[in-house]
């Protein structure tokens, strides 16, 4: 079994999804994980530091026993830009909006940035930008992208952030009349 099926196997194992894998000449190994995709109507979970402990000392474990030979082991989230590398990376964030980079130029430009939806047919997708009420629409297969990443949202309101209410400040000791 080559090593990247063996990480694979391991983090498919604990019940996550191993986003990409990459080992560099320095000998180390890189490998991003994230949860699988919630069922419907559940809450989108997060990768957590306890998340990429467990997989870290599983893969020890996992690696030394197979002989695969690195350097140092890196285990981390797909992070707020995730790369989308499979059909089913597409499948589970249509609606969401996404950066694309075409292996060919199309119209002179190979970046888009815009809302993912599925396409027309069978293993197509599509992309819509552009100004409300001037949309354009970007049809596309998976072979023709090199790279696809979520748009990153910042929120430093928090997850579920409510709407702010207005603070009243209050008076000095003794007068409490508003």
């Known amino acids: 079994m080559s090593w990247q099926a063996t990480v694979e196997k391991t983090v498919t194992g604990l019940g996550l999804e191993m986003v990409e894998c990459e ?3 320095g000998g180390l190994l890189r490998v991003t994980i994230d949860h699988l995709s919630p069922a419907e109507g559940q809450p989108e979970t997060f ?5 990429c402990e467990r997989v870290t000392r599983q893969l020890q474990y ?3 026993v197979e002989g695969v030979d690195y350097q140092r082991l890196e285990v981390s989230s797909p992070g707020l830009d995730r790369p989308l590398n499979t059909p089913a990376h597409y499948a ?3 609606g969401v909006d996404v950066d694309i980079t075409l292996r060919m130029a199309f119209q002179g430009r190979k970046k888009y940035r815009g809302l993912l939806q599925h396409g027309d047919r069978a293993e197509q997708w599509r992309l819509v930008f552009g100004e409300p009420g001037h949309e354009q629409a970007l049809d596309f297969q998976l072979a023709e992208v090199r790279e ?3 748009v990153p949202v910042i929120n430093f309101k928090g997850r579920q ?3 702010a209410t207005p603070r009243i400040p209050k008076k000095p000791d003794g007068d409490q009349t508003p």
Do not use: G
Not at 47 to 51: G, R
């Open 92 to 94: 589970r964030f249509v």
């Open 148 to 150: 696809a990443r979520l």
């Open 47 to 51: 990768v957590t530091v306890d998340d």
């Open 62 to 64: 996992v690696l030394e």
């Open 161 to 163: 952030a409510q709407p």
């Open 23 to 25: 080992r560099s000449a």
